[in-house]
């Protein structure tokens, strides 16, 4: 009958044992299997990560922050950022009452006013402007002045037709 007991025992160990080994087995393939995953997932959001920075250096190509030719014209002028420093004049062009008097339009819903400002050199400036329903574009050819003056003057325009 001891005899017997320890068989049984002998058996439900080995169960045990063979259960835990098998489960051990699947888990360890399931984890390797999802760090593989995980791995390529990794793999591919960082050749999208510098596919988007090869895209951002393209677009600061035309920006005068990046632009140390076009930033030498004003190193006289002891300006922190130049380009903030023009935005915010042009800025300012939208306080008067009506519309920009940059924009040759007269707004239909509302003042046509400037909304975006990309500074793409020492001399020009793309502006978006919108009057809430119609919006357009302006190229703007600047100036700068020693005495921290920026005069404006407008280069060419143009307004998006509504699609319906």
Sequence with gaps: MKHKIYLYLFIFVTLIALYQFVSTNNMVKAK???IESQEEQLSQLEDSIQKLHI?????QYFSLENNDDAL???DHLNLKDPSLYISD????????KGDNP?????????DFKINKIKILNHK???ADFSDGKYWGEVLIKYELKDDLGVDFSLMDHLLYTRSN
């Design 32 to 34: 390797n299997t999802k």
């Design 55 to 59: 895209k951002v250096l393209d677009n």
């Design 72 to 74: 030498a014209y004003y």
């Design 89 to 96: 004049k042009l800025l300012e062009t939208n306080e008067s």
């Design 102 to 110: 940059l924009i040759p339009y007269e707004g239909m819903e509302n």
């Design 124 to 126: 020009w400036i793309l």
